[in-house]
């Protein structure tokens, strides 16, 4: 794999080294966000940058964990999982559900609370988003220890659907979040230490 600053560059090379680069060039990181010792990486600027943009999604579509038939909706986690999710979800023929904080959407919903380092916090879904036995695949900018991705999995299987795999664009190292998804099929584009 290669590396970009202390960034390691993974599925991301799918669209070639220059492209991978001009990527993680954009990544910002944010020492001391949201509280101090905690480093923040943040990719909304590859996002306002049309060739970033374009990047990210061309990349996420050559890593899917799994065949594009093999899913058929995409659900995103709040908020950065809505900025990835509709895209891809348009560029494949699929359907885009949204995994919501609670108490953002009307009642009849379903719901999942999943431990945070620092409390809890839960997802919600509209009750009718899944229909029993849809496949889904979920997305989100970041995976870290796995604790919300695991709640939108858990969200998925409520409903009635089945979880086909994750994809991420970033992954912080040392935190055990790909290995919290097994069995599950998961792509990353980046990795980076937490």
Do not use: W
């Amino acid at each position: 794999m290669a590396q970009s600053g202390d960034i390691t560059i993974g599925q991301l090379s799918l669209v070639g080294q220059e492209d991978a680069a001009y990527f993680v060039s954009l990544i910002r990181s944010i020492s001391g966000f949201p509280k101090e010792g905690i480093l923040f990486r943040d990719f909304l600027p590859a996002l306002a940058d049309p060739r970033g943009l374009s990047i990210v999604q061309e990349a996420l579509l050559k890593a899917l964990p799994v065949a594009a038939d093999q899913f058929d909706a995409i659900a995103g986690l709040e908020a950065r999982g809505f900025l990835i999710g509709p895209q891809l979800a348009a560029a494949l023929g699929k359907g885009f559900i949204a995994l919501r904080k609670s108490g953002k959407l009307p009642p009849e919903t379903l719901a999942q609370e999943y431990s945070l380092e620092y409390g809890t916090a839960t997802i919600e879904m509209e009750k009718e988003a899944i229909k029993p036995g849809q496949r889904i695949l979920i997305v989100d900018d970041l995976i870290a220890t796995g604790g919300s991705a695991q709640a939108a999995a858990q969200l998925v299987s409520k409903a009635g659907g089945s979880v086909a795999g994750f994809s991420f664009v970033m992954e912080l190292e040392g935190l055990q979040g790909c290995a919290a998804l097994e069995p599950y099929p998961v792509s990353t584009l980046v990795s980076m230490p937490a």
